[in-house]
């Protein structure tokens, strides 16, 4: 049973199908639009299609159960097609150097044999210069009359493979780790206030974070064209009713707490404040300024009528700022009507004896901060970081082996060689060549 269930999750075609099926996902979760509204997404489904992607939950397919199980196979299947070749590995790469080896003289891909005249002088030497030449400088053993020549280079690079296999399991870990524990939101926050909850995108719902946000300040810098130049969001950390961290959010240089990273994402206008409305007495003719805030009545001059300010609007019918003035008579249905600034229609900026101009006012801002958390990023880096090492072991180094040994009797003798390469072996053989004519020239 365990041989099958191993067989099964070992198995190259396991693998292949994998990487084919998250492949083609992938690319319908690109055709699907992610993240949008319930509503948005049935304005472009009807309501079949819009059932079976709600079903797989293809709106927000990365974080899926299929896709998060697609994901976990994958790692299983690769490690276990990779731990098992780690010993074996591991101990043609770490173990001593075997010279006397007789048998690599006919299994040896690459193989010479070249018989040797009597007493020819310097032989050993020629050996180890072309060993050297080929590979590395050579160690030296004899034994039974014989000369053993043999040098290695590039043994590490058979740790490549084993990186790059690793470097998969560490990204698909880290990526399984930041799609369970991990989370993606909003928090919209007033200046002056604090908050700690944060909205999850995909309609995930909310998460209420160990510690509030509060945003001391606001501030924006308008080109003269009056598109936004800069907005920075000055914020304090506070848990436990203790201020533990502060700092600016700008866009491009977040601001990172408990795992957790802060970006400025977005703004609006959440009220205003300091309103000043311009009131004229059209029958005395008397003028003033009233200051006032949302929801706080005042009287007016020289009557009995109070006024106040019920709603302000940042663009009204496209006709610029203006707010919702009421005025308060006793005894009579309260005058509600919009007021503009001084470019506004001063014909809906009247009621009873007084006209009304929008003046000034001091803009509340809120600011739109990003919260994202990924506990399993450094996995994923590290990750890169090994696939990168694989690379380069296995693409950079060449590795070679290379054996001579010199026998020599009464008759004469030969030299027999035996090499190995994991790089271009016509290149190779086309320089063994070289060297030895050169030798046989000498």
């Not at 365990?2 to 099926?21: G, N, P, Q, R, V």
């Not at 173990?95 to 020819?120: E, H, V, Y």
């Not at 010199?406 to 320089?431: H, Y």
């Amino acid at each position: 049973m365990f041989k099958k269930i191993y067989t099964f999750f070992a198995s190259l075609k396991l693998t292949i199908f994998l990487f084919l099926f998250l492949a083609a996902t992938s690319i319908l979760g690109t055709l699907i639009p992610q993240g949008l509204n319930p509503e948005q997404y049935q304005e472009l489904y009807n309501p079949r299609l819009f059932s079976i992607f709600d079903f797989f939950n293809a709106f927000d397919m990365y974080h899926s159960w299929w896709f998060t199980l697609l994901l976990v196979l994958l790692s299983v299947n690769v490690v276990f097609c990779t731990f098992p070749r780690i010993p074996r590995i591991w101990r043609l790469t770490f173990r001593g150097k075997k010279i006397i080896d007789d048998s690599i003289f006919a299994s040896s891909p690459i193989r010479k044999t070249i018989a040797l005249q009597k007493n020819t002088p310097g032989i050993e030497q020629q050996s180890a210069d072309i060993i050297k030449a080929l590979v590395a400088t050579p160690v030296k053993e004899e034994k039974d009359g014989r000369i053993y020549l043999f040098a290695e280079k590039g043994r590490y690079s058979r740790l490549g493979i084993i990186l790059v296999h690793l470097s998969i399991i560490f990204i698909l870990a880290g990526g399984l780790i930041g799609t369970i524990w991990g989370f993606n939101g909003q928090m919209l926050i007033v200046e002056g206030e604090q908050s700690d909850i944060v909205t999850l995108f995909s309609d995930a719902g909310t998460k209420k974070l160990d510690f509030s946000v509060r945003c001391s300040d606001f501030a924006i810098d308008f080109y003269e064209t009056g598109m936004p130049k800069e907005y920075r969001s000055d914020v304090t950390i506070i848990e436990g009713e203790k201020e533990r961290i502060s700092g600016s959010i700008r866009v491009n240089h977040p601001l990172k707490y408990g795992g957790m990273k802060f970006c400025q994402a977005t703004y609006g206008i959440a009220g205003v404040k300091n309103l000043q409305i311009f009131a004229k007495n059209t029958t005395t003719k008397d003028e003033i300024i009233l200051h006032l805030n949302m929801m706080k009545k005042v009287s007016l001059p020289e009557s009995d009528t109070f006024f106040a300010i019920a709603k302000f609007s940042p663009d009204y019918e496209g006709r610029g700022p203006a707010v919702l003035g009421v005025v308060i008579e006793s005894d009579r249905p309260h005058d509600i009507f919009w007021i503009f600034g001084d470019n506004g229609k001063t014909d809906n900026q009247k009621a009873g004896n007084f006209t009304f101009t929008l003046k000034d006012f001091e803009k509340i801002y809120y600011t739109g901060i990003q919260v994202s958390r990924d506990p399993g990023v450094l996995l994923v880096w590290f990750g890169f970081v090994t696939i990168l090492a694989g690379f380069i072991l296995s693409i950079f180094l060449t590795h070679r082996k290379m054996w001579i040994r010199i026998s020599e009797n009464q008759n004469g003798g030969e030299i027999k060689i035996a090499a190995t390469t994991s790089g271009d072996r016509k290149d190779f053989e086309k320089n063994l060549e070289r060297l030895l004519a050169a030798s046989v020239a000498e």
